[in-house]
């Protein structure tokens, strides 16, 4: 009864209301895969979720992909899954396919838990063909979360060297709103997780979820206004969405 409450109020990941603390970083994702897969021509392609656990963004992708395919680690790959998808064991430092194997790589929310986001980079490019696409995102601005795999915080310029460095063309790196969105998120993300304690993972709060979910809603919406009303300065970002292509030779 309680989690029926929890999914009714907060909805469930990536289809999150204003009631839940990530709204405007998932709503942003949301927006951006929308916006780049209706770009993509193709109905017949594979596809590389790298770090992608439960594949919460197979939805946007089911109509192009002919194999979707998730690489995580065995615990965060869940069991019993009944879509489409194949599940391999395997990190973003050491994917286990072959060369230019894929049309896409997906890589969301990941390059700041990796062990080493350059030798991920370089795994990513090995398994995508020339002309394919590279879609992912990162937050720029974010409480520590998902302890002790939480490592650094990237800015849209380091987003984009990074991409540079492996030679792809056409990027577009793209934050999800001002400073306002970015303080709402900061708050309520950081009231809903455990205090940090060393040896400690994070814990999520549902009940305080639940029962802070009006305020929550309340500073959503009042950020994304404020944001309209002040001017969105895309200096403080919470979140970053990037998509750019390999080249073809």
């Known amino acids: 009864m ?13 289809n999150n209301t204003c009631f839940a603390f990530n709204w405007h970083n998932v709503r942003h994702i949301r927006r951006f895969l929308g916006v780049t897969v209706a770009q993509i021509e193709g109905t017949d392609l594979r596809l590389a979720d790298v770090g992608g656990g ?3 963004y197979y939805p946007f ?9 998730v690489i995580d680690l065995a615990e965060a790959l869940p069991q019993g899954e009944t879509r489409p998808i194949k599940q391999l064991v395997g990190t973003a430092e050491e994917i ?6 894929v049309d896409i790589v997906l890589c969301n929310q990941v390059l700041e838990h990796v062990l080493d986001p350059v030798q991920s980079m370089r795994e990513m490019d090995r398994i995508l063909k020339p002309g394919g696409y590279f879609i992912g ?3 720029h601005v974010s409480p520590i979360h998902l302890e002790p795999y939480d490592y650094r915080r990237y800015t849209a ?16 790196v793209e934050g999800n709103g001002g400073v306002f969105r970015t303080a709402a998120l900061m708050i309520a993300m950081d ?9 400690r993972s994070q814990q999520f709060n549902a009940d305080m979820a639940l029962l802070l979910s009006p305020l929550i809603a309340l500073l959503n919406l009042s950020s ?7 001017g969105d300065r895309q200096r403080t970002p919470a979140n970053l969405c990037w998509v750019a292509r390999k080249k073809l030779t």
């Open 61 to 69: 992708f089911a109509s192009k992909a002919s194999q979707y395919l």
């Open 191 to 199: 009231l809903l997780l455990s205090k940090r304690q060393p040896g």
């Open 2 to 14: 309680r989690q029926t409450l929890t999914n009714w109020i907060l909805g469930v990941h990536p």
């Open 224 to 230: 994304l206004l404020a944001d309209k009303l002040f």
């Open 54 to 56: 439960r594949s919460p």
């Open 96 to 101: 286990p396919l072959g060369d230019r194997e």
């Open 137 to 139: 995102s990162v937050p």
């Open 157 to 172: 310029l380091g987003i984009k060297q990074l991409l540079q460095q492996q030679g792809y063309e056409g990027i577009k």
